[in-house]
């Protein structure tokens, strides 16, 4: 989302509630030069982009044992 800078000065709380689930670009003159984010709004898209490809009835020890014996086999 792209806001101008005024914007951010005049609802600060709607914007930094905003930033916990996507990032916010503030511009000036048209231009983006900050950008806002919750704390852990990356790594959260980033883990549920990690998550969500992975099933839920994987085992992950034993899918480490597989590869590691497929390794060991090279």
């Known amino acids: 989302m792209d ?3 005024t914007e951010l000065k005049r609802n600060p709380g709607k914007y930094i509630d905003a930033a916990n689930s996507e990032p916010i670009y503030i ?3 048209g231009k983006r ?3 806002l984010t919750g704390t ?3 790594r959260v898209a ?8 992975i099933p839920h ?4 020890k034993k899918s480490k ?3 590691l014996h497929d390794k060991g086999s090279l």
């Open 3 to 5: 806001i101008t800078l």
């Open 46 to 53: 980033k883990m549920e982009t990690i998550f969500g490809i």
């Open 65 to 67: 044992l597989e590869r």
């Open 27 to 29: 511009t000036k003159n």
């Open 57 to 60: 009835d994987v085992d992950l």
């Open 33 to 35: 030069v900050a950008k």
């Open 40 to 42: 852990n709004a990356e």
